[in-house]
């Protein structure tokens, strides 16, 4: 099996191998791993992960402040109340991603997500999500390389399994396991990357 390890880019870091390039790097360095907090931060990481299904991350980067226009700063309740006429909107928008069932699975998932805190009170979503942060953690085992991360794990599934019970779409237990890495719930960073957790 190839091991893919943490690699030393030209300021003398040493990162996990897909960190490659000023956006990735960035991203990498600033945000992926870092703990996130607040329903409309989990709501934007969520959606954006479910929209990067089949494509590349960097795609998703690139477009990412665009979407963030686009979906009026990821705010539930100003997604959950978008109809017909900005379904057509965010079609015709180049500089997202343009999928009508990931778009409507956006603005449904924003409804479910309005109703949940209408029923668990504000950042009911966070609660949810870090419900599953002992068990994601108490599963995990910290990567030597690329070949150890996981695609989903039963925590993955278990979350998953919850926000389809709320009723939110295209969150399978691998975008939902994308979700867990990037939010912090777990540690996917590489040995030797200087972002790994002591080991």
């Not at 191998?17 to 989990?42: I, K, N, Q, S, T």
């Not at 709501?43 to 479910?50: D, Q, R, S």
């Not at 109809?83 to 909107?89: F, L, N, P, Q, S």
Request: net charge negative; aromatic share 8%.
């Amino acid at each position: 099996m190839t091991t893919v390890s943490a690699t030393t880019g030209d300021d003398g870091r040493p990162r996990c191998p897909w960190a490659v390039g000023d956006l990735y790097r960035a991203y990498h360095d600033d945000e992926w791993g870092v703990p996130l907090h607040g329903d409309c931060a989990l709501f934007e990481k969520l959606t954006l992960e479910g929209f990067q299904s089949g494509l590349s991350w960097i795609v998703v980067l690139r477009k990412r402040e665009t979407f963030r226009t686009a979906f009026a700063g990821f705010d539930p309740a100003a997604v959950a109340a978008f109809g017909d006429e900005d379904v057509e909107r965010l079609l015709a928008d180049a500089g997202i991603i343009r999928n009508r069932q990931k778009i409507e699975a956006a603005i449904g998932n924003a409804r479910a997500l309005v109703a949940l805190q209408e029923r668990d009170g504000d950042d009911a979503l966070d609660r949810l999500v870090w419900s599953f942060a002992d068990a994601a953690r108490a599963e995990h085992v910290a990567p030597d390389d690329l070949a150890d991360v996981p695609a989903q794990t039963p925590a993955s599934k278990a979350l998953a399994k919850a926000l389809h019970a709320e009723g939110l779409r295209f969150v399978g237990p691998v975008t939902v396991y994308s979700l867990m890495q990037s939010a912090g719930l777990v540690d996917d960073h590489v040995a030797g990357c200087w972002r790994a957790a002591a080991r």
